[in-house]
């Protein structure tokens, strides 16, 4: 059973960094690409980054370029996003999700149950 | 960047009835949509693919059609375990983007 685990959530200032994990179980996690999604309160769900079975060529989404970077080890079966220089617009539910295939596609076929990252002095 | 248009954003259904929810793209998208239902403090579950096939293990009353920039996710004859939250997703484009979700009560 496909099993993402998201963990690293809380509560941070304005200016502040966070590092979010994701622990992966129940497939051949260097096999595939995989994405942080998040969900602001009452608002819609938003893609953050996504990365490669090997870690090459992250995306990210606009709204968090050169803020955050998204990373993997595969040894460890782990997916993470280091936030930094964090803003109140970035509170959210951080959901990480699997790709269907190895190269990032957004074509997600598994979640998890998310991470509650709120930014507030 | 592509605009999904999903509505309606709450509906309220008696089981048995027939449910569609709408997701329309600014954009023509071919059939790179998929849907998922989503329960509170759970993980997303992946129901339709493609527009239109099933994701296999999902209960056939669900269905979805459509292909460009109209799609639609039917559920026929709908049960209680089917209230849940709503939402499509495009991969056609870069940035992937979202409908903004339907949530879905029974009475």
């Known amino acids: 059973e496909v099993q993402l685990l998201e963990s690293g959530g809380g509560l941070v200032q304005p200016g502040g960094s966070l590092r979010l994990s994701c622990a992966a179980s129940g497939f051949t996690f260097s096999s595939y690409a995989m994405s942080w999604v998040r969900q602001a309160p009452g608002k819609g769900l938003e893609w953050v980054s996504g990365?490669?079975?090997?870690?090459?060529?992250?995306s990210y989404a606009d709204s968090v370029k050169g803020r955050f970077t998204i990373s993997r080890d595969n040894s460890r079966n782990a997916l993470f996003l280091q936030m930094n220089s964090l803003r109140a617009e970035d509170t959210a539910v951080y959901y990480c999700?699997?790709?269907?295939?190895?190269?990032?596609?957004?074509?997600?076929?598994?979640w998890g149950q998310g991470t509650l990252v709120t930014v507030s002095s | 960047e592509t605009t999904l248009t999903q509505s309606p954003a709450f509906m309220s259904a008696t089981p048995g009835d027939k449910v569609n929810i709408s997701c329309k793209a600014s954009?023509?998208?071919?059939?790179?949509m998929n849907w998922y239902q989503q329960k509170p403090g759970e993980a997303a579950i992946f129901i339709i693919q493609e527009a239109t096939t099933l994701v296999p293990g999902i209960p056939p009353r669900f269905s979805g059609s459509g292909f460009g920039t109209d799609f639609t996710l039917t559920i026929n004859n709908i049960d209680s375990e089917d209230a849940a939250y709503y939402f499509c997703?495009?991969?056609?484009?870069?940035?992937?983007?979202f409908g903004q979700g339907t949530k879905v009560e029974i009475k």
């Open positions: 997703l495009q991969h056609d484009t870069f940035p992937p983007t």
């Open positions: 954009q023509d998208i071919d059939d790179d």
């Open positions: 990365i490669n079975n090997n870690g090459d060529s992250p």
């Open positions: 999700a699997k790709d269907r295939v190895d190269q990032v596609e957004n074509n997600f076929d598994y």
